[in-house]
């Protein structure tokens, strides 16, 4: 399985706060002047959007169409990824296809969807942002916004399962580094800037 150096992951359930530590890292990453990309899936590209429509609960899909959804979206993605990165540029995303092996894996077969992300190359670091499922729901509800597709207290206790068994199955040459979600916001991004920085 291919790795790519210089492509990083940020994967959490709803509510882990994966979104804040990575805004933090691109405005830390653009003031010391370190070419990066800032990336997020689903997408903001047309597959992208229909899914994010599916998560609004707009359209209803069966699982495994939403499993092909992201595959599909990611597809698209990929080619992007490793463009920037053959380039030299530093990716950091915000959900890859471990989210899929972790979400799709708690209502698809778990080996179905390995196999539809089976060519997908996969990141050099993983940070994983480990974050009570009560401490996501308490976060989730105080947003205020409409509870998305995935967003409930038992579907995440699932979710958190299949991340670790996700993490159980990384190929070599691919460094998870799991971080305490419940830890501050400014504790998190410091150890995440030693991770990434040495
Ligand atoms: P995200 O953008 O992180 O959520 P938010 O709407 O809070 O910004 O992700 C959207 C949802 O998609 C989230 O519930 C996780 C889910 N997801 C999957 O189920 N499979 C996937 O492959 C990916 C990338 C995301």
């Given at each position: ?60 899909v069966q699982p495994w169409t939403l499993a092909m959804l992201y595959a599909a979206d990611r597809n698209e993605h990929v080619a992007r990824i490793e463009q920037e ?55 989730i509800s105080h947003r205020g916004e409409p509870v998305e597709l995935f967003e409930h207290q038992e579907f995440l206790t699932k979710v958190r399962d299949g991340y ?35």
């Amino acid at each position: 399985m291919q790795v790519l150096d210089g492509f990083v992951v940020l994967e959490g359930l709803d509510g882990a706060g994966t979104t804040t530590q990575l805004q933090k890292l691109d405005r830390f990453l653009n003031g010391k002047g370190k070419a990066h990309l800032v990336q997020a899936e689903p997408t903001d590209g047309p597959i992208g959007r229909l899914i994010r429509d599916v998560l609004q609960h707009k359209h209803s899909v069966q699982p495994w169409t939403l499993a092909m959804l992201y595959a599909a979206d990611r597809n698209e993605h990929v080619a992007r990824i490793e463009q920037e990165i053959a380039g030299g540029n530093m990716v950091v995303c915000d959900r890859y296809l471990y989210s899929s092996l972790a979400y799709q894996g708690v209502t698809c077969p778990w080996e179905d969807v390995w196999t539809l992300n089976q060519h997908y190359p996969h990141p050099s670091t993983i940070l994983y942002i480990d974050t009570p499922v009560e401490e996501c729901m308490k976060r989730i509800s105080h947003r205020g916004e409409p509870v998305e597709l995935f967003e409930h207290q038992e579907f995440l206790t699932k979710v958190r399962d299949g991340y670790e068994r996700a993490f159980s199955h990384l190929p070599a040459g691919v460094r998870m580094v799991r971080l305490d979600g419940a830890a501050e916001p400014e504790e998190i991004f410091r150890k995440i800037c030693q991770v990434l920085l040495g």
